[in-house]
């Protein structure tokens, strides 16, 4: 079992950077590939970015690429989403996740065991 707990959301203006946090806490975070997502009223829930075991690969949606960075530290036990040049199509609801899942990096949230409570994201043009 691991528990998440995000962090770092708000209100930002276009063009601007958050970085996200997810603080896990139980067992072997080291072992848990991780990932982001997230949703807005009505839609479902979608995949941001990943990161594997070692961080060494890390998949992302399209149209976070060359913006968000995924990152981890397997010492704090923390997972990272730095995010810049933010847009408001970015806001959302974002959540971090978990998965024992051995041999590949899930990129759908039918993939993910464990769930934080999510941090909201609000971009203003």
């Known amino acids: 079992q691991v528990q998440l707990v995000e962090s770092g959301g708000g209100l930002v203006q276009a063009g601007g950077s958050l970085r996200l946090s997810c603080a896990a806490s139980g067992r072997s975070f080291s072992t848990y590939v991780m990932g982001w997502f997230r949703q807005t009223p009505g839609q479902e829930r979608e995949f941001v970015a990943a990161i594997s075991r070692s961080g060494a690969s890390t998949p992302y949606i399209g149209s976070v690429k060359g913006r968000f960075t995924i990152s981890r530290d397997n010492v704090k036990n923390t997972v990272y989403l730095q995010m810049n040049s933010l847009k408001p199509a970015d806001s959302a609801n974002y959540y971090c996740?978990?998965?024992?899942?051995?041999?590949?990096?899930?990129?759908?949230?039918?993939?993910?065991?464990?769930w934080g409570q999510g941090t909201q994201v609000t971009v203003s043009s």
């Open positions: 996740a978990a998965t024992a899942a051995r041999f590949v990096i899930p990129t759908t949230a039918q993939g993910y065991d464990y």
